[in-house]
Each structure stands twice: as C-alpha cells, then as structure tokens.
C-alpha cells in the first residue's frame, strides 16, 4: 500500500483548499486524513469507508469539511472550506483495512500511511 497526499498550501482564512490522497490501496481499506499542528497530538480529521457510503469527521471540521473518494476507491479527496488559522497543520492521509464497511477514528487502527502536506491558514 502506497499513499501519496498532496494540494496543501499557504491560503487565507475563510478560503479553501482540496487536499488529496491517491495511491494502491488494499481492496477493503477505508481511508482517513489526519492532522498534526506542532506540539499537538495527531487527530482525526475524516474518513470514507472503503464503499463509500459512510464517512465520519472530527468535531472541529464537521459543516465545513468534505471527505470523498474516487471511482475506483483508491483516491480520496478533503474538500476544507471556511478554513481557520488553527486549521494549521501537516494533514497525513491514511488507510485502514476493516472488515466492515466502516470508519476508524482512531490513528493506532490505520495500518499505512502517506507523507503529509503542510497546509497554513493565516488570519
């Protein structure tokens, strides 16, 4: 399993950015995007079962952020509107093989990860 994350950047607050997350993924993966802010801990920011039909999302993001994935599944996108400055952090995407067509929201349970893409909010 391969992930390769990308579409961070420098964007004011209020605006937008589409992060996303491609790779080979295992067939039954749901995947994931994390963020990291500089002496935090790692958090859930969303997630997309391996179908599709389910997705999840952090407190901190539900109503502005959207999770997708692509037709075949092995690509998944973060749609991040009405960003804010505490938005600032290394976003990771990650997959999750499960043995349902579910979500994970914990870090320990994702199996592969991609290298993250800095994404800055300034006020």
């Known amino acids: 399993v391969q992930l390769q994350a990308s579409g961070g950047g420098l964007v004011q607050a209020g605006g937008s950015l589409r992060l996303s997350c491609s790779g080979r993924?295992?067939?039954?993966?749901?995947m994931g995007w994390f963020r990291q802010a500089p002496g935090k801990e790692r958090e859930f920011v969303a997630g997309?079962?391996?179908?599709?039909?389910?997705?999840a999302y952090g407190d901190s993001v539900k109503g502005r952020f959207t999770i997708s994935s692509g037709s075949t599944g092995s690509t998944a996108y973060l749609q991040m509107n009405s960003l804010k400055p505490e938005d600032t952090a290394v976003y990771y995407c990650?997959?999750?093989?499960?043995?349902?067509?579910?979500?994970?929201?914990?870090?320990?349970?994702?199996?592969?990860w991609g290298q993250g893409t800095q994404v800055t909010v300034s006020s």
């Open positions: 993924t295992c067939s039954h993966c749901a």
């Open positions: 990650a997959a999750e093989r499960r043995n349902t067509d579910s979500v994970g929201m914990l870090r320990y349970g994702y199996e592969y």
């Open positions: 997309i079962s391996w179908s599709g039909a389910n997705t």
